[in-house]
């Protein structure tokens, strides 16, 4: 009996295998790590092709060596990190390692967009701001330093692209990693090519895969995938979308509405739009004539584990569980008046901005710290919600990812909000939104809104004397975000001497 959906996420860190039954019930999910960054110069982020697929094959074959039957998998879908750069030959074979969207060598082609008024005007017409790690500057920065790559290269692909290609053979894009990544024009809901042409990335159209939807299907399991992977041979592969479009499908709604939180490598909050009049970002939904906006940045879990690494790393030497040790101390701090200013990686607002912790007292401990720094996450996500109308119009928020599995994120987000927060039973909403798409391009479903709604693990509900105390801080933490706060622009400025 043919059964079963297998959705395949290409994580930041790690390549997750979930399987589905065809009511949307999580039946496994297994990982496996990606293979180490390769940084052969500063500012570079790369990543063997390869052995992308091989960590993709190895989370996949985990669930079957857990006793799971392939034979019951009736379609595989994909989700995957956006932006970056998998540029692929004519055969499909890799031209160069993978350029990852951590990567900020193109930085200096950026600026000197900004500076002649092009990265405004594009980013306008994309409703996308773009960022070094983004498709074009990573391909005006190939064309100035890698000419021959280029003119090897036929496609460029984002990760979940580069392994359905290697399941199927046949090369495609979605509509959801294409606008996530700035590449498409929303009034013609096609390649922006006049960006292209403005911004002088002649190779970009070239480049461009066939586009489809996040439903479509774009092949079938060849012989030689199915030997390495162990799947039945011929069944179907769906396109799948950008990670966090298939995680804000997997909650099953197209209410304008309800808020999505994502807390994992970045925070990113995500709600529906059904039009990108006045947006100044728009993502499209998994579900055409939809979209995504919202802000985030990569303050989060890179941020959360650089903390821990400062203060852990005696529980770290001696391989103790420091996420739930770190979540109990916090648990038990009391409130206090630090501010933490997450912004190790620039914000949102300006990608110049550093971190801080203010409003140090005498009584301070690390539970203390460790408090005001997942306080400082959160307010520095809510604070550019408030920054957007719509805001004051949503009433539903949820919490996914790493973040939602704490004591206390959700619900320091549900006292600042004021409103409740909900985290799913399901683990893996990234794959529960991806198998959602695939029961749309199956025929089993007719829309994202005909799925069954996911099942509440949890309701974090604000205490009203809380939200007082979090209300002014993220009056404080607005007034951090705003770009011409001069304490920590005075504090970027330093010169710092080289010893």
Known sequence: MSDLILAIDRGTTNVKASLFDLALNEIAVSSHANPAVLSPQENWAEADMELLWQSAVAAVEALWAQGHDAARVCAVVMAGQGNGLFLVDHAGQPVRPAILSLDSRAATIVDAWKEDGRYADASDR?????????????????ADHEPETLAEARYALFSKDWI???LTGEVATDFSDASGAGLIDH???GYAESVFTDLGVADAERLMPPLLHSSAQSGQVTSEAAAKIGLPVGIPVIVGAHDICACHNGFATLSLATLVSIFGTWFVNLFIASSTDGADLAINHPESGFFLSGAGDANAGAVFDTMIGIFYQAELQRNEDVYALVDNEVAGASPSRMIFAPHLFGHALDSTAIG???????????????RAVCEGIVLGNVAYLTFFPQYIELDEFWMAGGGSKSQNIP???????GRPVYVAETSEMVGRGAAISALIGLGKLGSVGDA???TIKKIFTPDPTMQRYYQQKLAIMKDILQENEPLLKRLASIEIPVK
């Open 126 to 142: 994309l409703k996308y701001p773009f960022t070094p790690g983004s498709p074009l500057p990573l391909l005006a920065w190939l």
């Open 164 to 166: 359905r290609l290697k």
């Open 187 to 189: 009034e013609t809901q």
């Open 356 to 370: 801080g912790l203010l409003g140090v007292e005498r009584d301070v401990t690390r539970a203390s710290i460790m």
């Open 411 to 417: 619900q320091i987000m549900a006292d600042a909000v």
């Open 452 to 454: 069954p709604r996911p």
